[in-house]
């Protein structure tokens, strides 16, 4: 057998339960259809076949599950953190020994490809294993002594959070997400992606069996607009963690007006790459080509506008082409595969929509450009050249296997093509001149920036957009920042004077 025949009838035995059962939602410990019993289809994108029945939930079932997570909220907030700490490990176990069905179902669901989507599993048991570690040290403070008081800090868990999650990597955007929740000692109701409810459905199960209590994490799937936003009003769930499109986030923000929530946004990008005549061209080639045509340039951080030297473009952008035409696409299940369909029929549309649009506006299709195949959301790696930074191509999100070149004469342009965008979520430098990097990465409006490098993540490092591209950071202690409040504690040290009024 193949190694895609092989992922094929595994995948087969594992999505068989969903056929059966349909994707539920998980509420106090008990798998649940949606109250009205109304449910949705979900369909793969690499040949469009039924996968199962989603369950599609309302309001009375987001508030269910916020009301589990409240009810468990004490508990979960008081047990030793020590247990905490035991139970997320036990978690990541579980999600080890469940990595390839995690993958394969990931792959069919989002058509991610296998190569990347194997790592992603594990990277989720990562996240897990990190912010476990750091259960125990959640709450310390700092001791602040004045002439007169004793100040000391601690944190507590802000209660019961939501949760909302894309679909573009999903299993481990949701662990990224729950795992720094959990340790910190909040509950969580966690709103997946209608188009990918598959891995969301085992990682709570995963949760469940590694002995995490009923309630302490619900799972309720349905669609934005009303189990999404009936999420984000509930007087119950004090803060939103939102992974999705920027307009997504603007909407959350005036939906949770009302209930005061907090929001923690990851937003979308439309990141630089820089290149300038001095780097490394050949790793530079390397690291601009895997960052966008890698999880089918379905990826916040990916580097979808290349700013190109001037003095050595010609020479780059024929290699990056001929790189480009060779990009294997495929089935996602085979590990041979690079690049594999888009999520569905809407955003495989709005992914070719630019194809016209770059011709329209002038630009040049150096690879690419057209559907592939005939059946599935397939599109072929593309790269637009000629392209000046005002074109659509290079201002909007296209969030697919797209490369827009740009051309800069020196420093200052690339500078100011780099920042003359609504977006800040990464930048990518590459350039032999330290001073220039440390000048460059200075003035650069972006989150997170890689110089000589592709997107190599830390974990203990803070991740997150300015301007459109999000709001707060995630990782290390920046995550417990989120999920908790700060409390000040202000203890008398002596008789100090009060200020005796009506006296
Ligand atoms: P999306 O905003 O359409 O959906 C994200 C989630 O929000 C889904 O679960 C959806 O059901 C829910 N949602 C939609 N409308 C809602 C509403 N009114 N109220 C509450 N919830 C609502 O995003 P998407 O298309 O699923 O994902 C792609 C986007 O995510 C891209 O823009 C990408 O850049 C971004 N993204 C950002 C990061 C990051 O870290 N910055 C990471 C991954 C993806």
Excluded at 274 to 284: G, H, K, M
Excluded at 348 to 363: H, I, L, M, T
Excluded at 375 to 404: C, D, H, R, Y
Excluded at 466 to 482: Q, T, Y
Aim: a negative charge; aromatic letters at 8%.
């Amino acid at each position: 057998m193949t190694d895609l025949a092989t992922h094929q009838a595994k995948l087969d035995g594992y999505l068989a339960r969903f056929r059966d059962t349909g994707v539920l939602n998980q509420i106090g410990g008990e798998a649940r259809p949606a109250v009205s019993g109304a449910t949705f289809d979900n369909h793969s994108p690499v040949d469009e076949s039924f996968i199962c029945r989603v369950a599609r939930s309302g309001a009375e079932d987001v508030d269910a599950a916020a009301r589990a997570a409240k009810t468990a909220f004490p508990a979960w907030r008081d047990i030793p953190a020590s247990e905490r700490k035991a139970i997320l490990h036990r978690i990541a176990d579980g999600i080890v020994a469940r990595a390839e069905e995690i993958a394969l179902c990931e792959c069919w669901d989002t058509g991610q490809a296998y190569r990347f989507m194997s790592k992603a599993a594990l990277r989720g048991a990562e996240n897990f294993r990190f912010f476990a570690d750091r259960a125990p040290s959640a709450r310390d403070g700092q001791a602040l002594p004045s002439p007169t008081l004793m100040n000391i800090t601690t944190r507590v868990p802000i209660g019961p959070v939501g949760v909302i999650t894309p679909w573009n990597t999903p299993f481990m955007l949701s662990t990224w997400k729950i795992a720094p929740a959990l340790a910190a000692g909040c509950t969580v109701v966690h709103k997946p992606a209608e188009f990918s409810p598959v891995t969301a459905r085992i990682l709570m199960e995963i949760a469940e069996e590694a002995g995490l209590p009923s309630g302490v994490w619900n799972l309720v799937n349905g669609f934005g607009e009303d189990a999404g936003k009936a999420l984000t009003e509930h007087p119950d769930i004090k803060a939103i963690a939102f992974v999705g499109e920027s307009k997504t986030g603007s909407m959350i923000m005036k939906q949770g007006a009302d209930t005061l929530k907090r929001v923690h946004f990851e937003l979308g990008g439309k990141n630089p790459v820089v290149v300038f005549e001095d780097a490394d061209l050949d790793r530079a080639l390397d690291a601009a080509i895997f960052m966008i045509y890698s999880l089918n340039g379905e990826r916040c951080t990916s580097s979808s506008r290349l700013l190109i030297q001037d003095s050595v473009a010609d020479g780059f952008l024929e290699k990056l082409a001929a790189r480009v035409r060779n990009i294997r696409v495929g089935n996602p299940l085979d590990p041979a595969t690079e690049v594999g369909p888009l999520i569905h029929k809407t955003h495989f549309d709005k992914v070719c929509s630019y194809f016209d649009k770059a011709r329209a506006e002038g630009a040049e299709i150096a690879a690419g450009g057209a559907r592939e195949g005939d059946t599935g959301w397939f599109v072929q790696p593309t790269l637009f050249t000629g392209a000046t930074n005002a074109m659509a191509i290079a201002q909007e999100e296209i969030f697919g296997p797209v490369l827009t070149a740009i051309r800069f004469a020196d420093e200052d342009e690339a500078l100011q093509i780099a920042n003359d965008i609504p977006y800040g979520l990464t930048g990518y430098v590459w350039t032999n001149d330290l001073t220039r990097a440390l000048r460059f990465t200075d003035r650069l409006e972006a989150g997170m920036i890689w110089v000589n490098s592709e997107n190599v993540r830390h974990l203990p490092t803070p991740f997150g957009g300015v301007k459109a591209s999000g709001i707060g950071r995630d990782g290390g202690d920046w995550s417990f920042e989120f999920y908790m409040e700060q409390k000040h504690i202000g203890l008398a040290t002596g008789q100090h004077s009060i200020p005796r009024l009506g006296a």
